[in-house]
């Protein structure tokens, strides 16, 4: 699901905002929470060496990959390759051992666990930023004003209605075209869980693509059709598509936003991650790449259309990078644990 490469460079409009804290000041909090992890980090990266292999999530590859452009910039010698096989595909690697670090759009499972323990993979794992689930229609369709997550149920499970007056009887009476990211998504994965549910079943005559510049070009070309993927890529296409507010938990429709995330009021928000192989963890290269990546995702974060993290996870995630502290908070005694994510994650 590569993003084009205007996706990487071009900066984008101002998010809404979702602190009081201005730029400066939480470059300032990000740097000193950060400084201890980055005693680990050598002192001249212009002359190190060294390969780094990262695969995983197209949702959080825009970070990456950024960092890794950034990071090329002060270790030209170091060679970064970013794959973008999907969340569940770069998991499929990286509890092998081919890869060292995996980008994930959501929490590490307990069969990947079990997978990482088969192969005596130990890892850290990283919360990087937030993202808000985009439900995107075509700018032509005026009538989805907002929806509900039972709409979205009706619409995305198997045996679904055909057209939109089936949804809504003062909607057209035209077929929906649907669109979704690929099962090895993290983002069908999440949106699966949080929509259809556990034992719901998707439908089968969806549109699907492991490419989010195939769904953003489906959708915005047809009148009648929907679809979701992160909140970057409609930010990135938002001139050919439009963002349909979610119903919320209060009963009114919340638009996906960097403030709505931070509040929790977008009922389609979630954490990224990236998780780090504890034996790669030793070497220098990759000491100096995550130590970059913490140092410099903020600023970037919210170039490519995400959302930072609070600094109070911030915190917890640099002082677990710098102990290395490895394992997963999101599964126990091979379940995965139910919850918020400010509540699971220490």
């Known amino acids: 699901m590569k993003p084009t ?40 990266l212009a002359t190190m060496k060294g390969a780094i292999r990262i695969d995983g999530s197209s949702t959080v590859y ?11 910039k002060v270790a030209p010698k170091v060679n970064v390759t970013v794959g973008i096989s999907g969340t569940g595909g770069g998991f499929k690697r990286f509890c092998v051992g081919e ?7 959501r929490p590490i499972t307990p069969s990947e666990v079990a997978l990482a323990a088969t192969n005596k993979v130990e890892f850290i794992e990283i919360p990087i930023a937030y993202d808000a689930l985009s439900i995107v229609v075509n700018p032509k369709n005026d009538w989805m004003k907002s929806v509900t997550i039972a709409q979205l149920k009706k619409i995305y499970s198997a045996g679904g209605p055909k057209t939109w007056k089936e949804i809504d009887p003062s909607w057209p009476d035209r077929t929906m075209k649907i669109y979704s990211p690929g099962t090895d998504s993290g983002t069908f994965d999440y949106f699966k869980e949080a929509v ?47 963002a349909v507010p979610v119903v919320g938990s209060a009963g009114s429709p919340v638009a996906p936003q960097a403030s709505t995330v931070n509040d929790g009021t977008y009922p389609l928000s979630r954490p990224l991650f990236i998780y780090v192989n504890a034996k790669s963890a030793g070497k220098p290269e990759v ?22 993290l609070p600094t109070d996870i911030l915190a917890k995630s640099s002082a677990n990078w710098k102990a290395r502290k490895v394992g997963t908070q999101f599964v126990k005694d091979g379940n995965k644990v139910d919850g918020s994510f400010s509540k699971i994650y220490k």
């Not at 905002?17 to 990000?30: G, P, Q, R, Y």
């Not at 913490?294 to 930072?308: F, H, Q, T």
């Open 196 to 242: 259809v549910g556990k034992e719901g079943k998707v439908r089968s005559d969806m549109s699907v693509s492991e490419d989010d510049n195939v769904l953003v070009l489906g959708v915005s070309g047809d009148q009648d059709a929907i679809g979701f993927f992160g909140m970057a890529y409609f930010e990135e296409n938002k001139d050919k598509l439009r």
């Open 5 to 44: 490469k205007n996706f990487l460079t071009a900066r984008f409009h101002s998010l809404n905002a979702f602190t009081k804290i201005s730029a400066s000041t939480a470059l300032a909090i990000t740097f000193s929470i950060l400084v201890a992890a980055n005693q680990d980090a050598p002192a001249n």
């Open 62 to 72: 825009p970070i990456t990959e950024a960092v890794s452009e950034e990071f090329s």
């Open 287 to 308: 000491v100096a790449f995550v130590d970059f990546y913490m140092n410099k995702a903020d600023a970037l974060v919210s170039e490519v259309g995400y959302v930072m």
């Open 99 to 105: 890869t060292a670090i995996s980008d994930a759009s």
